[in-house]
Antibody
Framework: QVQLQESGPGLVKPSETLFLTCSVS????????WNWIRQPLGKGLEWIGY???????NYNPSLKSRVTISVDTSKNQFSLKLTSVTAADTAVYYC?????????WGQGTMVTVSS | QSALTQPPSASGSPGQSVTISCTGT?????????VSWYQQHPGKAPKLMIY???KRPSGVPDRFSGSKSGNTASLTVSGLQAEDEADYYC???????????FGTGTKVTVL
């Protein structure tokens, strides 16, 4: 069955850029839409944005100026780039398949923004 | 876009039922039947429990049911079991902006 796995640095300095990758296994990325969702510790979920394998994207308006989601179909991966990070961006970041929607999730990766 | 409103907590004894509300606007919950519900145990990723207001994915017990009236969606857990103790989040698609929005989350406690 389809599985998702996030990877990337667990610590990012303030004002720098956060970069995460989600690897899709057990199925092709060339179907569905693929999402990034985050959750600050002890808080609720926040949708960041999605990408289709064709490259079309849509982002949360509150993050749109700092977010870029890209896809690499040859590697069956999609990625998140978040610029000018602050402590408010500290969270568990999940990738998720938009099946029903969000029917399959990665295990999540904790990213801390700190100097 | 604002988060959908859920009660912070809900509780019930084993075997009882608990209903969680999720209130949005005519631009999200009230617009289309694209409301979904997620169960999250501590330290775990969310799990899809209900989609398109009332549909259950394969493997989700029929104790979980969903409904919607106007701008408010609801999740009912019948026959509460200890393993149902978790955080629950609703989500809605907002077709006008092609965005998704989540609820504030509800902690369900099994007494």
């Amino acid at each position: 069955q389809v599985q998702l796995q996030e990877s990337g640095p667990g610590l990012v300095k303030p004002s720098e850029t956060l970069f995460l990758t989600c690897s899709v296994s057990g199925g092709s990325i060339s179907t569905y839409y693929w999402n990034w969702i985050r959750q600050p510790l002890g808080k609720g979920l926040e949708w960041i944005g999605y990408i289709h394998y064709s490259g079309s994207t849509n982002y949360n308006p509150s993050l749109k100026s700092r977010v870029t989601i890209s896809v690499d179909t040859s590697k069956n991966q999609f990625s998140l780039k978040l610029t000018s990070v602050t402590a408010a961006d500290t969270a568990v970041y999940y990738c998720a398949r938009e099946g029903a929607p969000f029917d399959i999730w990665g295990q999540g990766t904790m990213v801390t923004v700190s100097s | 876009q604002s988060a959908l409103t859920q009660p912070p907590s809900a509780s019930g004894s084993p075997g009882q039922s608990v209903t969680i509300s999720c209130t949005g606007t005519s631009s999200d919950v009230g617009d289309y039947n694209y409301v979904s519900w997620y169960q999250q145990h501590p330290g775990k990723a969310p799990k899809l429990m209900i989609y398109e207001v009332s549909k259950r994915p394969s493997g989700v017990p029929d104790r979980f049911s969903g409904s919607k009236s106007g701008n408010t969606a609801s999740l009912t857990v019948s026959g509460l079991q200890a393993e149902d103790e978790a955080d629950y989040y609703c989500s809605s698609y907002a077709a006008g902006s092609n965005n998704y929005v989540f609820g504030t989350g509800t902690k369900v406690t099994v007494l």
